[in-house]
């Protein structure tokens, strides 16, 4: 059987008798989606039973490391071409370096926070929502700080994921980190929760290169 033959039976087939088509061969001949099912010798289907049963935090996480997944592998090189994404360290307090050219722009990558299960407003206010921006766990730097806080002069812009508002994990809106609110108690510090502005105020922006020029004046 060729790939044309192969095509035109599974078109004529019904959507239980794909299902069972697939199931056949990721089962009987292990055919693997990811390396990692290899790797970790289990499925994707285990792995994704496994984020859902687990608690809110922890999916938060994953979505979170999705986020930044889709911004690096996805938005960067369809729609930032123009810019080369940098080796990053894991103790660095941004996710991406990107560089057009005139330097790099350190990005920190964020979910659109939900709360009850949909995105959160800020203060009530309409097309005003919501992102965290604290690192998820706790310790204590060098100097003694914790080092959970973010201080500004770590990163550069923030990318904030709209998925749980448009359902698009590609969709993302930027802000220079200068701009966004400090804490009440530690003005070198940033606030916990920040005000995401879709209708552009405040220096939040659609267009990545407008938040990245802003970082550097």
Request: include cysteine; charge should be neutral; aromatic fraction near 10%.
């Amino acid at each position: 059987m060729n790939d044309r033959e192969v095509e035109a039976f599974l078109a004529q087939a019904t959507p239980k008798q794909r299902q069972e088509i697939l199931w056949f061969l990721r089962h009987q001949y292990r055919f693997p989606l990811h390396p990692l099912e290899l790797e970790w010798n289990t499925s994707a289907e285990a792995v994704l039973q496994a984020i859902y049963d687990a608690p809110d935090l922890t999916q938060r996480g994953v979505k979170g490391i999705l986020a930044e997944a889709t911004f690096r592998t996805v938005v960067v090189p369809e729609r930032l071409a123009h810019w080369q994404s940098l080796p990053v360290q894991n103790d660095d307090a941004y996710d991406l370096l990107l560089d057009d050219g005139r330097g790099g722009v350190k990005v920190q990558v964020k979910n659109q926070r939900k709360e009850g299960g949909v995105p959160a407003n800020f203060r009530m206010q309409r097309d005003v929502f919501v992102v965290e921006t604290q690192r998820t766990r706790n310790g204590v730097r060098s100097d003694g700080e914790p080092s959970r806080p973010y201080r500004y002069g770590e990163f550069d812009v923030i990318a904030v994921c709209l998925q749980p508002l448009s359902g698009d994990w590609t969709d993302f809106i930027y802000c220079p980190q200068k701009r966004l609110l400090a804490r009440q108690d530690r003005l070198d510090w940033l606030a916990v929760i920040q005000p995401v502005h879709l209708d552009g105020q405040n220096g939040w922006t659609r267009s990545f290169d407008i938040a990245a020029t802003a970082s550097r004046t």
